[in-house]
């Protein structure tokens, strides 16, 4: 079970990259309008 | 309404903003103020954007605080809102003061310009999600590390990867703790500076003592402490209760949906047209009287004017009511607040901002929500013993466990400051009276203050007055009666040819009855020597014969030449020389839906009453029509006060349905009272609530949902009663640890606000049914 004392310390420091992940989404306004982003897939593309 | 329930400006030591003194002069400041007072006394009123309120406490805060200033003649907070209006002498002190003095109290406030409100909610909206987040992810991740120990039993995990479990935890713990729950120790800070006690404390102090306890248990196990750890409960309801508020600030924006999108609907810039034709967008302070304008298809007008080239539709419904588009011909008036439906148009502005009908109605709005209910100031009073109340009992708790382990009496203490829920109490009555309040507005009922929702579904007699309430002001042509030998048709002609001469309203209702008549109208009759005699008639030469058109003594009929006269009638009569020829009745329009609307209110046990200022017989004629029993004729207004009295002596609790006009002092003696808004200026009737459209039959639904209003928020006390009542003594004996506790929080005022929002829907049935 020795590598419990790598893992433990791992899920930390991956829970913090998925947290500064996370930041950089709702400071970039990824999570304003939901809805917006799902209808341009049924949009027309213009050329 | 914008998420500005998680500010964080506490965090940062006030200070004054350098940027604040541009708005010292006036020119700045009336872009949210107007002025108001008198000349030997000129005042200001200003409204701000507040920040950082929690509780109902808070406003309380900001009303002393500001009314201490020199120079600040009143202030009024309203929380639901989030906004402050202040009256201020411009002699005696300025904008930045003010806001440096709401600085100072650990608020923050901007002038509630339009442009600068939306920008702040993004950023507000963006910070509070984000610390929302943060909460949840970490809160999922510390589950991990405490699973475990649901699982195990003691000494079944090696005590050092017991350790490492716990010391991830704690490291995890830490951005809850720093940063999302910021906002609660910031604010429980800002209350204790300034010997206040709010929400917040026992809140900020459960987290905290839950804290402590599960870190000191992390890295010294065997010590004073204890050695079991609590992470796992601190981020969930952490979690929880920024859930709560999340979705509180959600459902309150959207039950004052319809309000926000009535007061702000007028977009801020308009197009104004250059002198060489060609136009430039400019803010709608700079729109002056006279200008022209370019106003888009769905844009809403921005003033009251006329409309100078090209045809369009329009919707008036939230201004009048009428809910089918209007068509508007170049030359015709349009009215601010409504929406230009059908094409771009060009108008010339004719009255602005508050002068306009829209910029009352947005005016009495805000007014409303201002104004505290009776109820809302009891719970007010109640919160702050409640939470020293809650205060003692965490003490005691701690104290009466303290024997058995510090750490098991710290974390039930913890328990009791966080279960606590005096939020449910202060938010059950504003919740549920603003959603009805945004309801009213729907229907084109507006409200002038919350209270007379209370009074409204107290009533137990409803008095309407008669013209301009039951019927409508013009007056119709109901029937007429012609010498034999002469046609209907010629009647009418002969008679519209003097009437059209006239302004008299008669003369008006008979010039239209001949209008009506396709016969009539084919007639083309020329008089000579037409004239009017005020009060009595016209009179005129038709073919060499003198013509008469008026009341009996004018025209020189006696009754025996009569054919049928009728006393539920007003009549005139048509005569030549040779006598009698036709006699008009005449009798005011009833409005529609009116007797449905009084069988309504009948059914619902009220008496309905009908004080009239007119004759006897048509007073007893409308009554008969509409189907009112108990009426009075020929009152003075002193008899109708007098009538009121009475009643008032027998404990009646009187609804008065007049037009607004005339009735003033009698509307404002009433319990209750409600004017019609057609042709009013809003801001003279002195009723409780207007009726914009003028239409009686939503009297009934207007208080059955009155009476719904009341018993939800009776449901809402009730429900924040017995929650604290039950869930403070589980607590307080050890039985709910502290995540349960938050979870019983966090629903609990959201119950409150949920129940509140079914108001924000109108529904059309008897006023007693349903019993919600």
Same mark, same amino acid.
């Given at each position: 079970m020795d590598i419990l004392f790598v893992l433990i310390p791992l899920s930390v420091v991956l829970a913090l990259v998925v947290l500064a992940g996370l930041w950089w989404a709702v400071y970039r306004g990824q999570f304003e309008d939901i809805e917006e982003e799902g209808r341009r897939i049924f949009e027309e593309d213009k050329e | 309404m914008e998420s500005h329930l998680f500010s964080d400006t506490h965090s940062d030591e006030p200070q004054a903003n350098p940027a604040w003194t541009i708005l010292d002069t006036p020119e700045q400041w009336m872009r949210f103020s107007q002025s108001v007072g008198d000349e030997a006394q000129p005042l200001v009123q200003s409204s701000l954007l507040l920040d950082g309120l929690r509780c109902a406490a808070c406003s309380g805060t900001v009303e002393r605080g500001l009314s201490g200033l020199p120079g600040i003649v009143s202030a009024r907070v309203s929380m639901s809102k989030k906004r402050a209006v202040v009256v201020w002498s411009a002699e005696l002190t300025q904008p930045s003061t003010i806001l440096a003095a709401i600085q100072k109290m650990g608020y923050s406030a901007n002038p509630a310009s339009h442009n600068e409100s939306q920008l702040n909610a993004t950023q507000k909206n963006r910070a509070a999600f984000w610390r929302w987040l943060v909460a949840g992810f970490c809160m999922m991740q510390v589950m991990m590390y405490a699973s475990p120990s649901y699982f195990t039993k003691t000494g079944e995990i090696e005590t050092d990867i017991n350790l490492l479990l716990n010391w991830a935890a704690w490291l995890l713990s830490l951005p809850v703790m720093l940063f999302s729950s910021r906002s609660f120790f910031s604010n429980a800070w800002h209350d204790l500076k300034a010997k206040q006690i709010s929400m917040d404390l026992p809140v900020a102090l459960g987290i905290g003592i839950t804290f402590v306890v599960s870190s000191a248990a992390t890295f010294d196990p065997s010590g004073w402490w204890g050695d079991v750890v609590y992470f796992d409960s601190l981020t969930m309801f952490v979690f929880f209760l920024l859930s709560a508020r999340l979705i509180e600030v959600k459902l309150h924006s959207k039950t004052l949906g319809a309000m926000e999108a009535l007061v702000s609907r007028i977009p801020e810039n308009t197009e104004r047209q250059n002198a060489d034709g060609s136009y430039t967008r400019v803010i709608n302070s700079q729109l002056s009287v006279g200008d022209i304008v370019r106003v888009n298809t769905g844009e809403a007008f921005p003033a009251d004017g006329l409309l100078l080239s090209g045809q369009t539709k329009v919707d008036e419904s939230l201004l009048t009511g009428e809910s089918t588009p209007i068509h508007k011909n170049k030359g015709e008036h349009v009215v601010a607040g409504s929406y230009n439906l059908g094409a771009t148009v060009n108008m010339r502005l004719e009255t602005l901002g508050e002068s306009t009908q829209y910029g009352q109605i947005v005016q009495l709005i805000n007014q409303a929500a201002i104004e505290k209910p009776r109820l809302s100031q009891l719970a007010d009073r109640v919160a702050r013993p409640f939470l020293f109340f809650i205060l003692l009992s965490a003490v005691l708790s701690a104290v009466l466990l303290w024997e058995q382990g510090h750490g098991l009496a710290l974390m039930t203490a913890a328990a009791v400051l966080i279960v606590t829920c005096p939020c449910a109490l202060s938010l059950a009555t504003p919740a549920a009276m603003l959603a009805s309040a945004s309801a009213f507005v729907k229907r084109g009922i507006l409200i002038r203050h919350l209270q007379a929702i209370e009074s409204i579904a107290q009533i137990d007699t409803v008095i309407f007055d008669k013209t301009? /309430?039951? /019927?409508?002001?013009h007056i119709a042509v109901k029937s007429l009666s012609v010498k034999d030998g002469l046609s209907e048709a010629q009647a009418l002609a002969m008679a519209s040819a003097l009437a059209s001469q006239s302004m008299h309203p008669i003369a008006t209702a008979v010039a239209y009855a001949a209008k009506q008549n396709p016969l009539a109208n084919a007639l083309t009759i020329t008089l000579d020597q037409v004239e009017e005699q005020v009060g009595a008639g016209m009179q005129g030469r038709f073919e060499q014969r003198p013509l008469k058109l008026g009341s009996a003594a004018f025209c020189g009929v006696h009754s025996d030449q009569l054919q049928a006269s009728d006393e539920r009638y007003q009549q005139v009569y048509l005569t030549d020389d040779s006598g009698w020829l036709a006699t008009f009745n005449l009798q005011e329009a009833i409005k529609a839906n009116t007797a449905q609307a009084i069988a309504a209110l009948q059914q619902a046990q009220l008496d309905v009453e009908l004080l009239s200022g007119d004759q006897w017989h048509t007073v007893k004629n409308t009554a008969a029509l509409v189907g009112i029993k108990v009426f009075q004729a020929a009152c003075s207004p002193n008899d109708k006060l007098q009538r009121l009295q009475g009643l008032k002596l027998q404990g009646k609790k009187v609804l008065m349905v007049g037009d607004g006009l005339n009735d003033g002092p009698i509307l404002a003696s009433a319990h209750v009272s409600i004017a019609m808004g057609k042709g009013v200026p809003l801001t003279l009737a002195h009723a409780d609530y207007v009726l914009l459209n003028g239409d009686i039959s939503e009297i009934p639904a207007l208080i059955k949902h009155a009476k719904k209003t009341m018993r939800i928020i009776k449901q809402n006390i009730a429900w924040a009663v017995i929650y604290n009542a039950v869930c403070i003594p589980l607590a307080f004996f050890a039985w709910l640890s502290p995540w349960q506790a938050g979870l019983g929080m966090a629903t609990s005022s959201l119950i409150v606000v949920l129940n509140a929002l079914r108001l924000s829907q109108f529904s059309h049935s008897s006023i007693n049914s349903s019993k919600a």
């Open positions: - | 301009g /309430t039951l /019927t409508d002001n």
